[in-house]
Nanobody, 118 residues
């Protein structure tokens, strides 16, 4: 069974930084893509950043230049470095991976909360 566990959320003031991490565990053959999504209260979940196995990344326009995604398939880990945080960045951040396993598909973590007070 595949599990994704996020860490690194917390409370930070406007302009501050946080680093989120997510590690996959369990029985699987490989990881094809890794991503971070977020969901603010009352809003739909949105893609923040995504990186493929080959290292190609893309970002939501709202975080370009401030957030950096990095992935390491050898250690089954994806990180999200978030700098110059704004109140609109607050929400629950979810890790997502496309994993090749007995069931190949998209797996999700349970989320970690980022709070940026106004």
């Amino acid at each position: 069974q595949v599990q994704l566990v996020e860490s690194g959320g917390g409370l930070v003031q406007t302009g501050g930084s946080l680093r989120l991490s997510c590690v996959a565990s369990g029985s699987f053959y490989g990881i094809n893509a890794m991503a971070w999504y977020r969901q603010a209260p009352g809003k739909e979940r949105e893609l923040v950043a995504r990186i493929t196995r080959g290292g190609n990344s893309n970002y939501a326009d709202s975080v370009k230049g401030r957030f950096t995604i990095s992935g390491d398939v050898a250690s089954n880990t994806v990180n999200l470095q978030m700098n110059n945080l704004k109140p609109e960045d607050a929400g629950v951040y979810y890790c997502s991976m496309v994993i090749v396993a007995a069931y190949t598909g998209t797996y999700w973590g349970e989320g970690t909360t980022v709070t940026v007070p106004d």
